[in-house]
């Protein structure tokens, strides 16, 4: 992976390990999925995963590699966990101090078939959830540390006069 500054320049290539335990910025995209109705994706991350075992999380996603772009770092994550291909549409960036270690965190979205095909090694459960019904599971649910901040500024960036990138950050 690329690790990088507060600019998000790349510095050099680093392993996602070393990014971690150093506390060096990196970056990850996401993907925020919806269905035709407009409902949100929430998936269960699998138990033996070493990062957030059983949580629930808003985003699909994960770091992305050397010299891949947030959307095709987004969209390759899709299809490894949900075995969907989907153009992933950029939306917003911000630089997130939560989780395992700060990161530029990248978030797209993409409209999904109803149906998907979650990878168990990857995903645990899923369910398709109207906004109000993902408003009460991020209060009652334990969810990765950055679903509420990617859900909030989602509602915003979504909710903005001019949608682009750049006024959502």
Same mark, same amino acid.
């Given at each position: 992976?690329?690790?990088v500054d507060a600019q998000?320049?790349?510095l050099g290539v680093v392993?996602?390990?070393?990014?971690?335990?150093?506390?060096?910025?990196?970056?990850?995209?996401?993907?925020?999925?919806?269905?035709?109705?407009?409902?949100?994706?929430?998936?269960?991350?699998?138990?033996?995963?070493?990062?957030?075992?059983?949580?629930?999380?808003?985003?699909?996603?994960?770091?992305?590699?050397?010299?891949?772009?947030?959307?095709?770092?987004?969209?390759?994550?899709?299809?490894?966990?949900?075995g969907v291909r989907a153009?992933?549409?950029?939306?917003?960036?911000? $630089?997130?101090?939560?989780?395992?270690? *700060?990161?530029?965190? @990248? #978030?797209? =979205?993409?409209? &999904?078939?109803?149906?998907? /095909? %979650?990878?168990?090694?990857?995903?645990?459960?899923?369910?398709?959830?109207?906004?109000?019904?993902?408003?009460?599971? $991020?209060?009652?649910?334990?969810?990765? *540390?950055?679903?509420? @901040? #990617?859900? =909030?500024?989602? &509602?915003?960036?979504?909710? /903005? %006069?001019?949608?682009?990138?750049?006024?959502?950050?």
């Open positions: 992976m690329e690790r998000d320049r790349v392993s996602r390990r070393d990014a971690v335990r150093e506390g060096w910025l990196h970056r990850v995209g996401v993907v925020v999925c919806r269905d035709r109705q407009g409902r949100f994706l929430v998936h269960r991350r699998a138990e033996h995963l070493s990062r957030f075992p059983g949580h629930y999380e808003l985003g699909v996603g994960g770091a992305a590699g050397v010299g891949e772009s947030y959307e095709q770092a987004a969209a390759r994550e899709l299809s490894e966990e949900l153009t992933a549409c950029l939306r917003f960036k911000f $630089l997130n101090r939560g989780g395992l270690s *700060p990161h530029w965190l @990248a #978030v797209c =979205d993409a409209v &999904l078939p109803e149906i998907v /095909a %979650p990878d168990p090694e990857e995903v645990a459960w899923h369910r398709w959830l109207t906004e109000s019904e993902l408003r009460r599971a $991020l209060q009652q649910w334990t969810f990765t *540390p950055d679903s509420q @901040a #990617v859900f =909030d500024r989602y &509602l915003a960036c979504r909710t /903005a %006069p001019d949608s682009a990138p750049e006024r959502c950050s």
